[in-house]
């Protein structure tokens, strides 16, 4: 765990250690569903397009067409990519493997 995430709160790092306990998509289904609302899985699930498009070189235009997403929320997720913690990367580069090795 980075070291600033200790600062977080103990609230928050129980979350984490709940979600690295789900064993499959139908867990992290049942989960999130109870977890969050529509809009917020919605907000996360455009998150994560709007990452792979950034990363497939996509224009803030195009993206913002493809997804609905603002050009603020596009921002915020260029920013994270390139300054973050590299959480986007990590789970975009685990996903590509995954479609790779499924083909």
């Not at 306990?21 to 809009?39: A, G, P, Y």
């Not at 609905?68 to 789970?91: F, H, M, P, Q």
Request: net charge negative; charged share 30%.
């Amino acid at each position: 765990m980075r070291n600033d995430a200790k600062g977080l709160g103990e609230d928050i790092q129980n979350l984490y250690k709940a979600i690295l306990t789900l064993q499959s998509e139908e867990d992290c289904v049942r989960f999130f569903e109870d977890l969050c609302t529509i809009q917020e899985l919605k907000a996360m699930s455009q998150r994560m397009e709007v990452a792979k498009l950034l990363r497939k070189g996509g224009t803030y235009h195009e993206i913002a067409e493809a997804t609905g997403a603002s050009t603020a929320t596009i921002s915020r997720v260029n920013r994270c990519l390139i300054y973050g913690a590299e959480g986007y990367t990590t789970v975009l580069n685990r996903l590509e493997a995954q479609e790779t090795q499924e083909k």
